[in-house]
């Protein structure tokens, strides 16, 4: 009988099909032991350390560093050792590649309460139903990444030391990211870890740059190389061999960038933006909020989620969630905001959970609290699921109007452009007044032109409110 075991890419916990190779902790003919780290993978939200689910030799490796693994297929390949620790046969490993319940997304039922919700093993959210507060087992132990035992225990990612370097998965990530060699970057972090801002640093500078290499001159660049024999090619020209002008070939017939894989939040961000283009029937409202009255200086974002939830008060209809299959429509009594932020990886959306019942200061501390995770990747899965509406700030950066996409199962997002001066016609003359340029796309299945119109009308009017 074969000692040899096969281990298959389990599903991370975000119902993604698939997830890259960060970094491998170990090589082909290496000695394991059952729990350790065995490679880091990056999902569309976060990256993860799956452990091995054995004790042995490891005798293949499904891939490098960058390469996509399709969940459920072979990660890696060990021979298992009898004689060290091993899991008993039938133990719950945690390993699920379907079946059970379906991942979350925003399409997920409503989250449960903030005291009912409690970090997971695979860094998403367990809620508690009536059997599992009664001491009770649970129906479904949920998907546990590697081979780690089923459980409610709150654990926290642990820097591990590879190569001499103690870093989070999600450093590793960014340096791999960034082109940075870890064991060149002064870590400033405790104990001697290396952190986020370390790498970045360390990127901005050029100190710590992988794979450098001493530059040749520009004259050896272009020297004949008398081993493979191969001439000097000629300078590029714009012209002929006869001097005329000469026509090249229209930029679409040859790349002239590097193909590259999308990979990451990029990838999921590709799939969830094409399911929308598939599902919604999108339809698009502009208009000017006129700030005119504004009395002194104000957070424009808060102003911002403020009116939303006022619209959503006055027409519950865009608040809400349809399923398109089933022509069901679910109103929701609160607002949870998804707010779109941009990053280099990709687009993250990280729902600002009742936000109807934050004032200026809470909405603010709030916001800044979740576009820190973001930016170091230390936000739940849980978080990033399960809004009630969108709103998309990207005035912050150019653009007057937009049709920002609506992701099912919401309803609505709202996008607000630049601020600008213009002038307008006032009873007796004219005047410059300060307006923020607002698109309200809607989803027309699950609401009327004119339930959309009224929300806009309502979001205008708390805009224009003096405070």
């Not at 490098?64 to 899991?87: N, W, Y």
């Not at 590697?146 to 654990?155: H, L, P």
Request: proline share 6%.
């Amino acid at each position: 009988m074969s000692n040899n075991k096969s281990f298959f890419l389990p599903d991370l916990g975000e119902g993604l099909p698939d997830a890259t190779i960060v970094e491998w902790n170990v090589k082909v003919g290496d000695t394991i032991k059952l729990d350790d780290a065995l490679v880091s993978m990056e999902t569309a939200k976060a990256v993860v350390e799956v452990p091995s689910p054995v004790s042995g030799k490891v005798l293949k490796l499904a891939g490098a560093a960058g390469d996509v693994i399709t969940t459920g297929a072979m990660l890696a390949e060990f021979e298992v050792d009898p004689s060290m620790p091993q899991r008993a046969e039938g133990q719950d490993t945690g390993h699920h590649h379907g079946g059970g319940q379906p991942a979350k997304g925003v399409g997920s039922e409503d989250p449960a309460p903030d005291d009912r919700v409690v970090a997971s093993d695979d860094g998403g959210a367990i809620e508690e139903d009536g059997e599992a507060a009664k001491g009770a087992p649970r129906k479904d132990s949920g998907t546990v990444v590697g081979a780690m035992q089923s459980s409610d225990t709150v654990r926290s990612e642990q820097a591990s030391s590879v190569g001499g370097v103690k870093a989070m998965p999600a450093v590793r990530a960014l340096a791999r990211k960034l082109k940075v060699d870890l064991t060149r970057v002064n870590a400033t972090g405790a104990d001697g870890v290396v952190t986020m801002a370390d790498v970045k640093k360390a990127a901005a500078d050029g100190s710590a740059q992988a794979g450098a290499t001493p530059k040749a001159p520009s004259s050896a660049l272009r020297a004949p190389s008398p081993a493979s024999g191969r001439r000097e090619e000629p300078a590029r020209s714009t012209l002929s061999q006869g001097g005329k002008p000469m026509r090249t070939q229209p930029p679409g017939v040859v790349a002239s960038g590097q193909p590259e894989q999308l990979k990451g939040v990029r990838r999921n961000m590709a799939r969830v933006m094409a399911d929308a283009h598939a599902k919604v029937v999108p339809t698009t409202l502009v208009d000017d909020a006129d700030l005119h009255g504004w009395i002194g200086k104000q957070d424009i974002t808060a102003r911002l989620i403020r009116a939303i939830c006022a619209a959503c008060k006055e027409v519950p209809a865009l608040n809400a969630w349809f399923d398109g299959d089933k022509l069901v429509r679910t109103m929701h009594p609160h607002v949870d905001i998804g707010i779109a932020v941009d990053t280099d990886d990709g687009l993250f959306v990280p729902a600002l959970r009742n936000a109807d019942m934050l004032d200026a200061a809470g909405t603010r501390t709030a916001i800044q609290r979740l576009r820190a995770q973001v930016g170091d990747r230390s936000i739940p899965a849980s978080e990033l699921s399960g809004y009630t509406i969108s709103l998309s700030n990207f005035g912050m950066f150019a653009g007057r109007y937009a049709t920002p996409v609506v992701v099912p199962p919401t309803v609505a997002i709202i996008g607000a452009g630049k601020l600008s001066h213009d002038v307008v016609a006032v009873m007796g003359g004219i005047e410059v007044h300060r307006r923020m340029p607002i698109s309200l796309t809607f989803d027309h299945r699950a609401c009327t032109g004119g339930e959309a119109a009224r929300f806009l009308k309502a979001l205008l009017d708390d805009l224009s409110a003096p405070q």
